[in-house]
């Protein structure tokens, strides 16, 4: 069985492993192989919470804002400014809205890892973060194939500056390393960290309960264990700021290598 | 007679050792990070992006680590 099930019975499961991160279906209570779990619960509370929040924060805009429209403001500001422009350039405004949207998406799929009684990210699955990279990637393809035309573009991404002779080498590392390992990679990176991310806190919460049910002496232990679950509460807090803002300036900063002229 | 016994798998001690290198990286990326800005306060905002690229780019070595682990868990076939 499950973490979701079992994690108030006498008998913890221990070492928790990737079974955990199945969750039991909602609709039809506690069965598995149905499609309708917490983790897409959540997927669709996230994007419902984003267009309802800025949609409303933005009905009435006013030169002097309320709270509302302050931190949606400043929320797209910083993409604006501080991914977008600093990141690409001038030209950056164009993909500040796409950035945005992202920089908030992940950002709210990966706080349900800490969120109370949700505690587990969709993002800890490999799908979510999949798609996301797979739409970076045709981005930053369709970009550069729009400004340098497609064999130019080819010519940006795979022939460096080089003597002729060097060339047979790198032009494979280029290839590898610009077009398979970039989407890869953020995707990986994603969807690893939420999947740590969780993995920690069942290990220090599931062990303080093992440990306790093991010997009735290993109390403190097992509240030591706890207290650092807490501790990694906020370690994963940073962590997931800093994934969300990782994957949107990793997209632009791809995007600037799509629109920069050749090496 | 038998002193102690270790009980477990051994992904752990692998893991272990992948994470050695880019946890020397990760603490380059940073080293170099502080070192710039001590010498040169007013980079900290210019140079801060390319801190956090580094860091995610040799981050992800560890944790193809965690991934892999569990994907190879059950042997092939």
């Known amino acids: 069985m499950t973490g979701q099930t079992t994690v108030l019975a006498a008998e913890v499961p221990f070492p928790p492993s990737v079974e955990d991160f199945f969750l039991p279906s909602i609709a ?5 192989s ?3 779990t917490k983790i897409t619960l959540l997927l669709w509370l996230s994007v419902a ?11 009435k805009p006013a030169l002097v804002p309320t709270k509302k429209q302050w931190l949606a403001e400043s929320v797209y500001g910083f993409v604006r400014n501080s991914i977008a422009v600093d990141m690409i350039g001038k030209e950056g405004v164009r993909f500040a809205p796409y950035l945005a949207t992202l920089f908030c998406f992940i950002f709210m799929m990966n706080i349900w890892g800490i969120v109370p009684f949700a505690q587990i990210s969709p993002n800890s699955h490999i799908a979510f973060p999949a798609v996301l990279a797979m739409i970076s990637y045709l981005l930053f393809l369709y970009v550069g194939f729009r400004k340098h035309g497609f064999l130019g573009y080819l010519k940006v991404v795979l022939v460096p500056p080089a003597p002729w002779f060097i060339l047979p080498i790198l032009v494979p590392i280029e290839f590898f390393s610009n077009l398979i390992v970039r989407p890869f990679s953020l995707a990986v990176r994603l969807f690893a960290n939420m999947f740590a991310g969780h993995m920690l806190l ?17 109390a403190p232990v097992s509240i030591l264990s706890w207290v650092m679950t807490i501790a990694l509460t906020f370690l994963d807090f940073a962590i997931i700021v800093l994934q969300a803002y990782i994957f ?6 791809y995007v600037q290598g799509s629109l920069a002229d050749g090496h | 007679m038998q002193l ?7 992904a752990a001690i692998g893991y272990g050792l992948a994470a050695i290198g880019p946890g020397v990286g990760v603490g380059l990326v940073f080293a ?10 007013e980079a900290a905002r210019i140079t801060q992006p390319f801190l956090w690229i580094g860091f995610a780019v040799v981050e992800v070595l560890a944790l193809l680590g965690i991934v892999f682990g569990f994907v190879w868990a059950n042997p092939l076939g």
């Not at chain 1, 984003?50 to 009905?59: G, K």
């Not at chain 1, 062990?207 to 010997?215: H, L, V």
């Not at chain 2, 102690?4 to 051994?10: C, I, K, Q």
Request: aromatic residues 16%.
């Open chain 1, 49 to 59: 919470i984003l267009i309802i929040y800025f949609l409303v924060s933005y009905r």
């Open chain 1, 248 to 253: 949107t300036v990793l997209t632009a900063s």
């Open chain 1, 202 to 218: 069942l290990v220090f919460t599931l062990g303080g309960f093992a440990m306790i049910n093991a010997n009735a002496l290993l």
């Open chain 2, 4 to 10: 102690a016994e270790v009980v477990g798998s051994t």
């Open chain 2, 32 to 41: 170099a990070y502080i070192q710039s800005t001590a010498r040169q306060p």
């Open chain 1, 34 to 36: 149905v499609w309708f």
């Open chain 1, 28 to 32: 039809p209570w506690g069965q598995h």
